[in-house]
């Protein structure tokens, strides 16, 4: 059964930095694209970032480019989301997913990040 | 890249057919067949239902069935359940090699 589990979400202040890790089971992780997809309270989903299986390819949506740094570790199965210079628009619950380039055939249960002072 | 727009809401009865509307541009459904669509019922993780327009990963009902038209992607809901109540979410590759999605449909079964 294809397991992703996200951690890393929580309360960080404007301007500062968090570390998402998602640890994914029950597939051959180094075979796919991963992603990271949010969706602020109440709204819709938005499309964050994607790594191609190797790490090597990295595309990011403009909201977060330069802010944002996608990464994984095949060796230890986990996606990462470094975030910096995080705003209060960033509030959102965060979701890996696991997919091809185009789309997600898998997704975690998210982790709740809250950018407030 | 502006989001795909979808209507806000859409209803059905039991046992009737829904559509969904997915329009974008010319820079992404008009020229990719790279558009698929989400289910999310509340409180819930997305769960994909069609893939490249039109394809169904395993598991997905044949009552689900995608299309697209010029800029317009539709995604068809036949025999309606009230277990189909949910959000529905299109998204699509971009010429710019972004991903984006429509803004959400909320379906109500009646």
């Known amino acids: 059964e294809v397991q992703l589990v996200e951690s890393g979400g929580g309360l960080v202040q404007p301007g500062g930095s968090l570390r998402l890790s998602c640890a994914a089971s029950g597939f051959t992780f180094s075979n796919y694209w991963m992603h990271w997809v949010r969706q602020a309270p109440g709204k819709g989903l938005l499309w964050v970032s994607r790594v191609n299986s190797d790490g090597s390819t990295t595309t990011y949506a403009d909201s977060v480019k330069g802010r944002f740094t996608i990464s994984r570790d095949n060796a230890k199965n986990t996606l990462y989301l470094q975030m910096n210079s995080l705003r209060a628009e960033d509030t959102a619950v965060y979701y890996c997913?696991?997919?091809?380039?185009?789309?997600?055939?898998?997704w975690g249960q998210g982790s709740l990040v809250t950018v407030s002072s | 890249q502006s989001a795909l727009t979808q209507p806000p809401s859409v209803s059905g009865s039991p046992g009737q057919s829904v559509t969904i509307s997915c329009t974008g541009t010319s820079s992404d459904v008009g020229t990719y067949n790279r558009v698929s669509w989400y289910q999310q019922p509340p409180g819930t993780a997305p769960k994909l239902m069609i893939y490249?327009?039109?394809n169904r990963p395993s598991g997905v009902p044949d009552r689900f069935s995608g299309s697209k038209s010029g800029n317009t992607a539709s995604l068809t809901i036949s025999g309606l359940q009230a277990e189909d109540e949910a959000d529905y979410y299109c998204?699509?590759?971009?010429?710019?090699?972004?991903?984006?999605f429509g803004g959400g449909t909320k379906l109500t079964v009646l």
């Open positions: 998204s699509s590759f971009t010429s710019s090699s972004t991903l984006v």
């Open positions: 490249e327009v039109s």
């Open positions: 997913a696991r997919g091809a380039k185009h789309y997600f055939d898998s």
